[in-house]
Every structure is written in C-alpha cells, then in structure tokens.
C-alpha cells in the first residue's frame, strides 16, 4: 500500500516570491509520482511527473519537482509565483509494479494562496 | 480533442435514494478511473474500468458500483444514499491501462445528500 503527505494545508507566500510545496511518500514498491492542481469548482490538471530517468522534472506554467528517492520525497517548486497559481495542489503517487494501474494515491492537498 | 464530460454537474438528493453519474471520457482513451472527493477524507479511489471490465476497486462499500460501455463511456451508481455520500465525483480517463499513465480529469458532479 502507498500513502502520501503533504506537509503544508496552507501555504500564504507574496506575488514574484518563490514557493516550495513539499511531498514526501511511503511505499513498499516503486512508484511514478505525480503533481496536479486542481482550481475552485473545477478537476485536476496535471502538473507534471516522474516515471524514471533525470529526477529534475519540469512541467507546465513554471514548475518543477525533484524526486529524492532516499528522503522519498517529491517537492514542488516555482521560482515566481503569480496571483493565477492561488489554487489547491495535489501530489499523488502510483505503484510501478502490479495491477493497480488507475489507482492513484492522493496527498491531503495544499492551498496555495498567493498575495499581491 | 474535446475534454473528460461529467454530467450532470450537480446533483441533489435525498437519503435512501439511488443516484447515477456519467463520464463520457476523452476520444480514444479506454481506462476510466472514479475518484470521491470529500474535505474530510479528501481524494479517494473508488474504481477504474478497461474495456468493460471492472480493473480495481477501493475501499467503499457495495452500495457503490459501476460500469463500463462498449464506447468506454462509464457510469457510477450510489444506492441507499447516505448523508455522508455527499461529495464531489471526479472521473479520470487515460489511454491504457498502464501505470505511469496520465488521468485526465472532468469537471465532476457535485452530489449533496439532504
């Protein structure tokens, strides 16, 4: 089984200013990873995510995510934040091996709230 | 390409009633995965469906259940609701049934139970 945490419900952080949001996972077996952001009263949108190779993962609107896989760990991160990223973002984890294909595993989500 | 369509958008109802949601996924795509979203519990799975076939199912009692079509077209039903049904359904489709795959998601149905 897999689970996931992230570490911050809310985070408050100024227009321009850079921003972390952190992840870390628990899993007996590897997994891809997976940010989405979902924004009010709509579904998720994929971010970006990790499947194998260079674990520096760009992905859509300024973002990126490194996998730490000794910390097993997959923070998200964007240099300069705008007022359209206020919305609540998801990390989400995937067993590679097995049948569980469709089954993602989904964080508790952090609000991302950014201030002008 | 047109997007996942989830209809209706919203839904209420009342207790021990039965409701039916439908996801229509995008064009091509043959893997359809029900997902609740809830503030308590947040995001949590509830099935995934390939050609037609039910794949995975989570932790959520018999009371919930669905199908898929020919078309990959898919619906959930909810019977004898309940107060604590009252959620946000989210479906996701995705090419095949691959792990690593991207879900794309609708917009979902909003279900309250009164």
């Known amino acids: 089984a897999q689970s996931v945490t992230q570490l911050d419900s809310q985070v408050p952080v100024f227009e321009e200013a850079p921003v972390e949001l952190r992840c870390n996972y628990s899993?007996?077996?590897?997994?891809?990873l997976f940010w989405y952001v979902q924004y009010p009263n709509q579904g998720l949108q994929l971010l970006l995510k990790?499947?194998?190779?260079?674990?520096l993962v760009k992905g859509i609107n300024g973002f990126e995510a490194e996998f730490n896989k000794s910390q097993t760990s997959f923070h998200l991160r964007k240099p300069s934040v705008h007022i359209s990223d206020t919305a609540e973002y998801f990390c989400?984890?995937?067993?590679?091996?097995?049948?569980?294909?469709?089954?993602?595993?989904f964080g508790q989500g952090t609000i991302l709230t950014v201030h002008p | 390409k047109a997007g996942v369509t989830q209809t209706p958008r919203y839904l209420i109802k009342t207790r021990g009633q039965q409701v039916t949601l439908s996801c229509s996924p995008i064009?091509?795509?043959?893997?359809v995965s029900w997902y609740q979203q809830t503030p308590g519990q947040g995001l949590q799975f509830l099935f995934e469906?390939?050609?037609?076939?039910?794949?995975n199912k989570g932790n959520f009692p018999g009371r919930f259940s669905g199908r898929q079509f020919s078309n990959s077209r898919s619906e959930m039903n909810v019977s004898t609701l309940e107060l604590g049904d009252s959620a946000l359904y989210l479906c996701?489709?995705?090419?095949?049934?691959?792990?690593?795959?991207?879900?794309?998601f609708g917009p979902g149905t909003r279900l309250t139970v009164l």
């Open positions: 899993s007996s077996v590897s997994v891809y």
């Open positions: 990790y499947l194998s190779g260079s674990t």
């Open positions: 469906y390939f050609s037609e076939t039910q794949r």
């Open positions: 996701a489709s995705s090419l095949e049934l691959a792990g690593g795959n991207t879900q794309y």
């Open positions: 989400a984890v995937n067993p590679a091996g097995g049948t569980s294909y469709g089954k993602l595993t």
């Open positions: 064009s091509g795509h043959r893997s």
